[in-house]
Every structure is written in C-alpha cells, then in structure tokens.
C-alpha cells in the first residue's frame, strides 16, 4: 500500500497546523489549525467574514491546495485538541472536503463553536466524537484504522491520533507531554504507545512536536505549576489589595486550581473575558470536573458592569481571573494596563501571569508592553507560575524508545526550531535524508 505525508502547515512556524496522511485510496488529515499571530499583527481584522484564500496568503491558515496532488478521497478531518493553531481554520477549510471532523468531545464542542461563529462559509461536515482508546475504521478497504491514544497537555482531552496501515502505523505526535500526575483527566498512556511499537508492522512514521526540543531534561508534571501558583497565592493571604489573576483560557485544570486556591485565601474568583466563558463553560457543560459555580463573564459591557461590582465592594474580596496573558490588544488585561477598565490597579497590587510568552516576536512584544503599563499603574509581577506543555528531550528520547519508528518527520516549529530534534534523533541512529525528514510548508513524503 502506497503511504504519503504531506507536511502542508506547522512545518515553518508555530501555527496553522495541519497533516494530511495517505494510505492508499484513504486520506485522513491531522489539524486545520490557525496562525494566531499573523492575524493578532493586523489590529481589529475579523477572521469570521474573511476567505480562506485571502486568509491563506496572510499565511494565517495551511495553504491546502496541494491537497490536489494525493490520489484519494478524504475520510476524516481529525483535530488532535482544542487550541486554535490545532483546530482554527477547520471553519475556513473543512467545508471542501466531503469527510467528518473526529475528535474527543471536549475538541468536538469547541470546534461546534468555530463553526457557529463563522460567517462566511457554511460546513455541513458531520462531527463525530470519540474518546481516547476507542478506533475507528477509514475507508471501505477495512485495512486502515484510526485510534486515538490519551495524552496530556495545557488542554483537557487531548490525544495522539495513530493511523494503522498494512505498512505499519502512523503516529501523529503533537503537542504533549508526559505528565503522570495530571491535574483533570487520565496520564498519558504510555503503555500503549509502547505497544504500537512493537506490535504489528510497528510504527512506519512518527511526526513530533519539537516545541521544546532545544531545551535539556524534563517537562514538569501540572501538579508542579498547581503547587507553584498554591504557593505564590497563599503568600498573598494578608494583602488587602487587588490580585488579579491570567492563564491560557483553555488551559482547563490551572483555570480549576486558581478557581480552588482563590476560595482557600477568601477571596470571590470570577472568570473574565469571552475566550475563558467559551472553554471553562464548555468544560462545564460536558461534566468535566470543574467547579460548577463560578461566575463566568464573557462580553465587554458585563466585564465592566463586574469590574464596577468589584470596585464597590471591595478588591479585597476578589479575584479576577482575565484574558491577556499574551499581552494581546483587546484581552481583558491588557485593557486594565491602559486604563480602560473600572477596576483601578493601585500601588502593591499583584498580577499573576500563570502562563510563559508564546516565543514568537508578536506576543514577545505585545506582552513586554502589557507588563510595562502594568508596571505604570503600580501592579506588581508574579512571572511564569507555569509548567510547559510539551515535552523537553528526555520525553522526546522515551517516545522514540516506546515507538521505535522507521521514520521521523520533525513539526510543530521553524529550522532552528527543529535542530534539537535532529541532533537528539541522530544520536538516536536516524540519518537525515535518510529516515529523518526535515521538511516545509507544502511538501509531499512518499514513504512506501
């Protein structure tokens, strides 16, 4: 059976990814995915009403049209989880291929809302859950399978999706880490991975995330940031000021643990801004362990009616947890560094970023400003009271000892990016141009 890779985004950046894998007649394609940034650097632009041809010259979604180039239909769009880079452009590309989008429920009900909020292209595909160790038959052959295997990351439900072939399986790495200890939902499945490996025609390719492959040891497991962030905020128990809080909003289990440690030092915890509405009700609303009775405020004119509430009675008694953490224009933060709230920062209040700078040139200078006209108001920074989502090398060293694949195909980052990963898999034997395939934006890999 003939296989292909093609590598049409996520290959050159951080963003916009997007796989599509071919076995023979049968395509799968792994994240339609959004490049946040090349969007975020064009003030007040609106992707709802854009074409996705204008969208894709911005390069702020995959260019898909070398799709035309493999020899087959599309049988399923496959989101691997809810952030925007993984499932952001699914409402300007989908509606081109006849296939149903498969994803965990908690992926499936953001990507719903994706698609409500669209304006400009209609998307019939069929949506269809599936939960971590379940597979599914693809195509009419009844030789491929797709299973998705648990994983953890900065997001809850998130899986490796691996596609099995008469050839051997296919093993879609992006965006984990090995966390053991999470603080919702299951570890990682280690153990399956290691029996993919060695199970069948084991894995004919791995495509990994190398987010973090320049940096030495170990990623943290969540329950490391949670004890971290208990810490800063219990440290703060006597102050009688504001604290204001910002994380990933889709980042479902720090959002849980500052909701619990804000209780513990008496204070009311109260989500701010759309995006954090939109996930933690969605967490909510498919039965995920979350508190059920926190205040969620997601439209500007509430945002402000509540910062009025929380100025009458008292910042004391509060804290609000916001959008910002990036430093982008518009989030609820950044519009308190400039002023533009009720709630007034005084001398000695506390902002706590739960979360690092996305290592991007836009959020890097979007954030250093946010934090400056913080810094102007008087606040005081809590930095980095985070633990990564991806992996360091050593987790990159265990994957390819548990998976053993023939071939390797580096994503997830730029050139440099990616040379972490191929000095530790030459250490590990792979040979570039050989078995170890640094690629781009829209190439096509034949590996059978």
């Not at 992926?107 to 597979?135: I, Q, R, S, Y």
Request: net charge negative; charged share 25%; aromatic share 6%.
């Amino acid at each position: 059976m003939e296989i292909e890779i093609a590598t049409i985004g996520g290959y050159e950046e951080v963003g916009r990814q997007m796989t599509a894998v071919r076995a023979g007649d049968d395509i799968v394609i792994f994240d339609m995915g959004l490049n946040l940034s090349k969007v975020l650097i064009h003030d007040n632009i609106r992707t709802e009403g854009m074409h996705s041809l204008d969208l894709i010259d911005m390069g702020a979604i995959p260019d898909d049209r070398v799709m035309s180039d493999l020899e087959g239909d599309v049988k399923a769009i496959v989101p691997t989880h809810g952030h925007l880079d993984h499932i952001g452009a699914i409402s300007k590309l989908a509606h081109r291929y006849d296939a149903p989008i498969v994803a965990t429920p908690f992926t499936l009900e953001l990507v719903k809302g994706e698609l409500e909020e669209e304006g400009k292209f209609n998307t019939e595909n069929e949506l269809v859950a599936m939960d971590a160790g379940e597979t599914m038959s693809i195509g009419d052959s009844g030789a491929v399978e797709l299973e998705f295997v648990n994983v953890t990351h900065s997001i809850i439900q998130a899986i490796n999706p691996v596609l099995h072939t008469p050839e051997g399986a296919v093993v879609y790495g992006l965006d984990k880490r090995m966390d053991h200890t999470p603080v919702i939902g299951d570890p990682i499945d280690m153990e399956r991975f290691r029996e993919i490996g060695r199970e069948g025609e084991g894995v004919l390719c791995y495509i990994e995330d190398c987010t973090n492959a320049n940096k030495k040891g170990r990623t943290p497991s969540e329950n490391v940031a949670r004890e971290h962030l208990r810490d800063v905020l219990y440290s703060m128990e006597d102050y009688d000021g504001g604290i204001v809080a910002t994380t990933f909003s889709s980042h479902i289990a720090r959002v849980k643990s500052l909701i619990e440690f804000a209780r513990d030092i008496d204070r009311t915890p109260i989500l701010l801004g759309r995006s954090m509405e939109t996930y933690s009700g969605t967490a909510k609303q498919i039965g995920v362990d979350f508190p059920s009775d926190v205040e969620m405020v997601g439209y500007r004119q509430s945002i402000e009616q509540t910062f009025e509430r929380i100025m009458n009675e008292g910042k004391e008694n509060f804290l609000p947890v916001v959008t910002g953490h990036q430093g982008e224009p518009r989030a609820t933060l950044t519009r308190m560094g400039r002023g533009e709230t009720p709630y007034e920062l005084e001398d000695g209040d506390k902002v706590v970023f739960s979360a690092r700078v996305i290592p991007e040139p836009t959020n890097e200078g979007q954030r250093y400003q946010a934090e400056k006209l913080l810094r102007m108001q008087g606040a005081r920074i809590y930095d980095d009271v985070h633990v990564s989502g991806h992996l360091c090398q050593e987790g990159h060293y265990e994957m390819l000892d548990a998976l053993q694949p023939e071939h390797v195909i580096p994503a997830h980052q730029n050139m440099s990016g990616f040379s972490g990963y191929v000095d530790l898999a030459t250490n590990q034997g792979y040979k570039l141009g050989r078995d170890l395939h640094v690629t781009s934006n829209g190439n096509v890999i034949q590996l059978v």
